[in-house]
């Protein structure tokens, strides 16, 4: 098929670029043009592992193009995939300016009849502003569909390439079957439903996923206090059909591009259908809260900050990506500077973005992992990257002022501490603090 995608995002650009390694004609379109010239030269503006082989590799077949040129991209093809940005608005609210815009240039360009797929997570009843936007602007005959996307940053090509279900939402018999073709080889669970509901599928997954990252963090926070392992209470739950084991690890809480922002956007949605959504509201909640457990255990084991060297090891809010949307390091850092903490940060990938985004002037970023741990007071971790996970903790030990190491992602075993004397703290593995097993409080009935 010949599609056109509407933005070079994580969203777009991946969904482009895996649709070109199917076989379609793919042209991505972006209105920064220093954003198509970089693509044009084999750059990829995002990191993400197998990228930029397929990138190669499809251009090289002819089976894809960037250009700034929507009106000729979307004239040219027979499938347009809106995937650009809905950022959040002050109140919440996701902001629909760049989905209005794009309809409206879709619809000044039809040539023809043309399948418009919205992939960009909007709020229900969306599609059909589209709809209406488009039709403003052309008498050609078209059809809209719903196709949310579910990929993850740091997997987002494995994920598109071999996705868990699609989702369609259309009311056009010709739209579901061109779609259902489309996605046809990479899986056989394809959903079809109506518009509406497709759009809520994807921020009520959203939801729930960021729903069973909180609660375990809860019941982390609780076996802290009556001596439980979390790791063992997660694993020992995953096996639970009803439950499974995904979204159940315990640390300090998410981030990122999707979860903070549809959580946000599903509670105005409700609050505008007069309806007040309380356990979405106290998982958002929990989650902000959550990240500052890593502050609470270092004023617990050094008393006042101020005046003391913090190494930070993380600030992208995932591993295996540059992204630092809405990353737990944006508020610990700022927390720990107003405490009067020097802060020393590296991450392999995302400090460049970390920099241009964080507004505390005083941080000290640093090249090498050891450089950030270097004579500091203590040490916390805030992404799971490999890289930490695979330093030996005898030498971060020799590296740090004070024995101090925060894991605020438990990446880190009991056996791994053996020979060191590192004053040591986890989420939810009270049984791992200071290195040792404490013995656990009894619990009068």
Request: aromatic share 8%; glycine share 8%; hydrophobic share 40%.
């Amino acid at each position: 098929m010949k599609i056109t995608v509407i933005g070079t995002g994580y969203v777009g650009l991946v969904s482009g670029v895996c649709f070109s390694e199917l076989g379609n004609e793919v042209i991505c379109v972006d209105q920064i043009e220093a954003k198509i010239e970089m693509l044009n030269r084999g750059e990829v503006p995002i990191y993400e592992p197998g990228l930029q082989t397929l990138i190669a590799n499809n251009r090289e077949r002819g089976r894809l193009r960037f250009s700034t040129d929507l009106r000729a991209s979307v004239k040219h093809a027979e499938v347009i995939i809106i995937a650009v940005g809905t950022p959040s608005l002050p109140n919440g609210q996701a902001n629909l300016s760049f989905i209005e815009q794009a309809a409206s240039e879709i619809g000044q360009a039809m040539n023809g009849y043309k399948i418009i797929v919205t992939k960009s997570t909007v709020p229900v009843g969306t599609n059909e502003r589209i709809r209406d936007i488009i039709a403003q602007h052309s008498k050609e005959p078209f059809d809209i569909a719903s196709v949310p996307e579910f990929l993850r940053e740091g997997t987002a090509v494995s994920d598109t390439m071999n996705p868990d279900r699609i989702i369609i939402g259309t009311d056009s018999e010709v739209a579901r079957e061109r779609l259902t073709e489309l996605h046809r080889s990479l899986t056989s669970n394809i959903i079809v439903t109506d518009i509406r509901s497709a759009e809520m599928i994807k921020y009520a997954s959203n939801a729930f996923l960021a729903t069973k990252i909180s609660f375990i963090n809860e019941i982390a926070n609780i076996c802290e206090k009556v001596g439980a392992d979390v790791t063992k209470v997660a694993y020992g739950m995953g096996f639970d059909q009803r439950i499974g084991a995904s979204f159940l690890k315990a640390g300090i809480g998410y981030g990122g591009s999707c979860f903070p922002k549809d959580t946000q956007a599903l509670i105005q949605i409700a609050g505008q259908m007069d309806y007040d959504f309380k356990l979405l509201k106290s998982v958002v909640e929990v989650n902000r809260e959550q990240r500052f457990n890593v502050i609470r255990k270092l004023e617990s084991l050094m008393g006042h900050l101020a005046g003391k060297t913090i190494g930070i090891w993380g600030l992208a809010f995932k591993p295996e990506t540059d992204d630092v949307r809405d990353s737990p390091a944006f508020e610990i850092i700022a927390a720990l500077t107003e405490m009067g903490a020097k802060v020393k940060a590296y991450d392999p990938i995302a400090a460049e973005n970390f920099r241009r985004n964080c507004d505390v002037d005083s941080l000290i970023y640093c090249d090498t992992a050891r450089e950030a741990a270097w004579q500091a007071d203590a040490l916390c971790v805030l992404t799971e990257w490999k890289e930490f996970q695979h330093i030996p903790l005898s030498e971060i030990e020799s590296w740090l002022k004070s024995p101090y190491l925060i894991d605020g992602r438990n990446i880190y075993k009991e056996e791994q501490l053996a020979n060191t004397q590192l004053v040591y703290y986890s989420v939810g593995r009270p049984g791992m603090n200071r290195g040792v097993k404490e013995p656990a409080p009894y619990i009068l009935l």
